[in-house]
């Protein structure tokens, strides 16, 4: 069986960093878009794929035009929907039901917002509509937590042990089929 690199590359820095940007969007700084750009530029790329959202967008259109690829937009790879939540600072949120929700986020969503399960459900879907070939997403921290999930069988609390910071990339070798699998390449930053 032959499997295919898949590579996760979190958006740049937002102009407004520290909020819980779910459905939020924001602008990335220009660094973010570089420091995003620098980070795939020795990366084959034969499918290129973003978030809707422009955070992650913008940097992905400056990757598909320096190598003139085609971008895909994909909303299944938005980030979590934190619902009352979003767009606050996390100093903003009652910090019990904040405890509760990255203690068990599928059975303490945020009022109003996304639960786990639902994110890796969407996640998952989209991995799955993959071709074998290697392919670029850039996306979110929380749908690349979904996506290890989905791949790698992390639980909710594994998947949080990672660390991804802005306009970090990590890559998969994925191995497609009805169970489909991974196997962790390297993280990057």
Request: hydrophobic share 45%.
């Amino acid at each position: 069986m032959t499997g295919y690199l898949l590579h996760l590359l979190r958006h740049g820095a937002p102009e407004t960093p520290g909020l819980m940007m779910g459905r939020t969007d924001g602008l990335p700084t220009e660094a973010g878009i570089m420091a995003c750009v620098e980070n795939v530029q020795n990366v084959e790329i034969k499918v290129l794929i973003s978030s809707n959202l422009v955070r992650a967008r913008a940097p992905a259109e400056v990757v598909a035009g320096r190598i003139a690829n085609r971008l895909v937009i994909d909303p299944r790879w938005r980030e979590l929907d934190f619902g009352d939540w979003d767009g606050k600072a996390s100093s903003e949120v009652d910090p019990d039901a904040l405890g509760r929700f990255w203690d068990d986020p599928d059975h303490n969503p945020p009022p109003g917002g996304e639960r786990w399960s639902a994110l890796t459900n969407r996640v998952g879907a989209a991995i799955a509509s993959l071709s074998p070939r290697p392919t670029l997403v850039v996306t979110h921290g929380g749908a690349m937590r979904a996506a290890l999930a989905v791949l790698c069988g992390f639980d909710q609390r594994q998947v949080w042990a990672f660390d991804l910071p802005y306009a970090s990339l990590l890559t998969l070798h994925v191995w497609p089929g009805e169970q489909a699998s991974a196997q962790i390449m390297g993280l990057s930053q």
